[in-house]
């Protein structure tokens, strides 16, 4: 059976990693029935999580990559199946702002899903990577008030994330939310900046976000949220 290319599922919320809910709770292994390209966390938070053709890696903080077991688990994943019918086009010289931007404009997707995925050549790339934290689990401003980051020039390699509409802050994090690991797999990371040289760009919209929660998770389940410090925090760690 073709896989379904028009939903993006995500399995846990944005949210619950505020307040350290780091456990995992999928395995990669479930993860990747429902998509062979994302991005996501790890167990801990122990890095930088990004799904390339059906195989997950993961950059810790340290800044080492490794791929990740399909027996690992993650609080936080969000993934789809690329669609092959669609066609890439090529982009040279533009940096991470004015391509953003570009997207938004040049078509009506500020009120849906969509993925990007670029890749070729940066001429630079700016990255960070969370480090894994111990139980009991801080929050997820502290988890991240230290983030060790990385930067590389003429860098080849896949950019892979999303944009989610301003509605969803929380369930994702609104606006663009992008991982990278470079052809080599030795640098990756959260995506903070970056500047095309020449590169290969898809942008893939869904008519449907599947979310999937950790139901089986007490801690999960028992937690009261505080919507006025999700927002708030997710800007301060996610961007
Ligand atoms: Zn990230």
Redesign the pocket.
């Known amino acids: 059976m073709a896989h379904d290319s028009t939903r993006v599922y995500q399995h846990g919320t944005l949210a619950l990693l505020v307040p350290g809910l780091f456990t995992g709770t999928q395995s990669v292994h479930d993860l990747l029935q429902h998509g062979d390209f994302g ?3 790890a167990h801990g938070l122990a890095g ?2 990004i799904v390339l053709d059906g195989q997950a890696y993961l950059v810790a903080g340290t800044g080492d990559v490794r791929p990740v077991k399909t027996t690992e688990t993650v609080p936080f994943a969000t993934v789809h199946f690329q669609d092959a019918a669609l066609t890439s086009q090529t982009i040279s010289g533009i940096t991470k702002m004015a391509l953003e931007q570009q997207l938004l404009n040049q078509a009506p997707l500020k009120n849906l899903f969509f993925a990007v995925k670029i890749t070729g050549q940066f001429k630079k790339m700016h990255t960070r990577a ?1 480090e894994a934290q111990v139980e009991p689990y801080p929050n997820l401003t502290a988890a991240t008030r230290v983030q060790p980051e990385f930067t590389a020039d003429m860098v080849e390699g896949t950019l892979v ?1 999303y944009y989610a509409p301003a509605l969803y802050q929380g369930a994702a ?1 609104a606006g663009y ?3 990278f690991l470079n052809t080599a797999h030795d640098f990756g ?3 903070l900046d970056y500047e095309v040289a020449d590169a290969q760009l898809t942008v893939q919209p869904f008519e449907t976000f599947e979310q999937h929660f950790p139901n089986q998770n007490a801690a999960f389940l028992e937690t009261d949220f505080d919507l006025h410090a999700v927002n708030a925090d997710i800007e301060e760690a ?1 961007h």
């Open positions: 991005i996501g966390t930088e999580l969370v994330g994090v939310h992008v991982h990371g959260h995506v996610e």
